[in-house]
């Protein structure tokens, strides 16, 4: 039985579009293999205000940035947004906020409050917002899952739920931000940091704001989500010793390189004595061929975990890409709607 979903993008940024795109080319496999019909019919944005079409705005029009043509409503607000819309799932990419989360954790409570399912890509609303967020989709009977938020679009929260039943995460290591490792091997390559954040900005993998990717913030925040969501640790930001790679200098990366020991922004968290804290940290680290991260290149990421029941699995998504961000969105859409 196909069943029609109407789909809410809150954020319509660089993933936002990805996600409308994907959608488009990922429309029959939806329909063949999951009977699933989409429309957008809510999008908001700061820029564009909040924006609803019941009847379902053309996706192309919204890629081309023709929306005011296809005479939108627009509410003030995101409740009113929500009952204009009546999104059936909210895909929520707005900008990361590393100290509160917000507004992502009031926009995403409002949503599953209306009663639709939340998709998020925004790690700060996870880190501030998991416990009351989880709630609150329990007791409404949705879905909140935010697979894209550290690894883009490898499995790590769904393989933990589905496939790793009772295991006790022990210690996670990784190499969480992508722009680091584009400026890092810019400059090996003997151009400038700005040019290494210029390439990362045409790829779209920055933060909205760079400064958080290069000063370990988004790293630190992923960091958090995974200590809150798999250990059920609440660690927050300012807990995480953090380092960015500001202070490296062409010279001392290239000198590394030569060496075969280049530098990474590396996270690491462990489970500390009393097995009720952690110890958790982000700095720029020179890492071997042998190192479990140590073949993490340009735009690829990698989580490496230490798990009572194995002493070492490492997830690795080589070079991905905005699709691919945008695929753990989708992929949390198909889950969250077949049950
Ligand atoms: N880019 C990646 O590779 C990647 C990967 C994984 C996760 N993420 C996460 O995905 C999210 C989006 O990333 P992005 O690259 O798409 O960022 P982006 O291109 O800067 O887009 C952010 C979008 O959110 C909107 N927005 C920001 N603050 C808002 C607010 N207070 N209310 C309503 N709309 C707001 C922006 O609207 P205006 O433009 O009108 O201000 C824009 O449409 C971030 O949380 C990021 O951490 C990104």
Known sequence: ?????????????????ALARLVVAKSAELRELYEIEWSITGVATRGLGWLSKPEGFQTSSLLTSSIDESSPDRSIGINEWLLAARP???????????????????YLTAVLKSGSHAVTANKGAVVFGYDDL????????????????????????????????????????????STSNVIIETMEAGRSFDE?????????????????????????VKVCVLANVLMKIPLQPSEVRREGIRNLSTQRLQAARSEGKPYKLVARAKLAENGASLNASVRPEQLGPSDSLGNVRGTSLAAHFELDMMPGLTITSHRPGLQSTAYGLMADFINAVKG
């Open 88 to 106: 059936d799932v909210v895909f929520e990419t707005t900008s990361l906020n590393h100290e509160t989360g917000q507004p992502a954790i009031d």
């Open 134 to 177: 989880s709630k609150l989709a329990a007791d409404a009977g949705k879905r909140f899952f935010f697979e894209s938020t550290v690894l883009d679009s490898a499995p790590v929260f769904s393989l933990f739920r589905e496939t790793l039943p009772a295991v006790k995460l022990r210690a996670f290591s990784g190499v969480f931000n």
């Open 196 to 220: 290494g954040v210029k390439m990362a900005q045409e790829l779209g993998i920055t933060e909205t704001d760079p400064a958080h990717d290069v000063d370990g913030w988004d790293a630190t």
């Open 1 to 17: 039985m196909i069943k029609h979903y109407k789909l809410g993008f809150l954020g319509f940024g660089n993933v936002g579009r």
